[in-house]
T-cell receptor, first 111, second 113 residues
Framework: QQKVQQSPESLIVPEGGMASLNCTSS?????YFWWYRQHSGKSPKMLM?????GEKEEGRFTVHLNKASLHTSLHIRDSQPSDSALYLC???????????FGTGTSLLVDP | EAAVTQSPRNKVTVTGGNVTLSCRQT?????MYWYRQDTGHGLRLIHY???????QIGDVPDGYKATRTTQEDFFLLLELASPSQTSLYFC????????????FGPGTRLTVL
């Protein structure tokens, strides 16, 4: 059973700062990564996904993927208090129906 | 956006009790999933299904049964609940296409005393 490791466990950044979150899978068959965001007391919602080497940008959010090392990272620039949440990384094999989630990074943006 | 609802939202039962958690999705998604979320463990997949009558085993299935009665409805059954099953349970659904996004319901908080 594959493992998905996330770091750091928690992170505090000042408002307007850059947050960087990391995620690595132990399974060489992983073919897709997702990032989900979960605000306190709410359900997870998909933020971004990536399957090819390189980076993908959507507004203030950028995701990087290095398939050789099975490492993905999420970067949030100009962080806002509303970005404070639990960020969950998920990886899939076999066309993405079955996801394995990491334990998450708890981000606090300090106003 | 997909609509996934869960009931009940909160449930308290005793050790050895029977519990059924319900999930309904109204966007005709083929796939439905049951997860549990615990501090320090993240989200863990219990069971999932790709259509009515189908059931696939997830990563932490022990102590749980599931049944998909229709395209819309997926149930999680705890027949002899134990305190270790105290958790936050999420249902999710996704479309048939590969790498489809999963949409989560609001969650059910279950406490087993």
């Amino acid at each position: 059973q594959q493992k998905v490791q996330q770091s750091p466990e928690s992170l505090i950044v000042p408002e307007g700062g850059m947050a960087s979150l990391n995620c690595t899978s132990s399974d060489r068959n992983v073919d897709y990564f997702w990032w989900y965001r979960q605000h306190s007391g709410k359900s997870p919602k998909m933020l971004m996904s990536i399957f090819s080497n390189g980076e993908k940008e959507e507004g203030r959010f950028t995701v990087h993927l290095n398939k050789a090392s099975l490492h993905t990272s999420l970067h949030i620039r100009d962080s806002q208090p509303s970005d404070s949440a639990l960020y969950l990384c998920a990886a899939s094999i076999d066309m993405g129906y079955k996801l394995t989630f990491g334990t998450g990074t708890s981000l606090l943006v300090d106003p | 956006e997909a609509a996934v609802t869960q009931s009940p939202r909160n449930k308290v039962t005793v050790t050895g009790g029977n519990v059924t958690l319900s999930c309904r999705q109204t966007n005709s998604h083929n796939y439905m999933y049951w997860y549990r979320q615990d501090t320090g463990h993240g989200l863990r997949l219990i069971h999932y299904s790709y259509g009515a009558g189908n059931l696939q085993i997830g990563d932490v299935p022990d102590g749980y049964k599931a049944t998909r009665t229709t395209q819309e409805d997926f149930f999680l059954l705890l027949e002899l609940a134990s305190p270790s099953q105290t958790s936050l349970y999420f249902c999710a659904s996704s479309d048939l296409g590969v790498y489809a996004e999963q949409f989560f319901g609001p969650g059910t908080r279950l406490t087993v005393l």
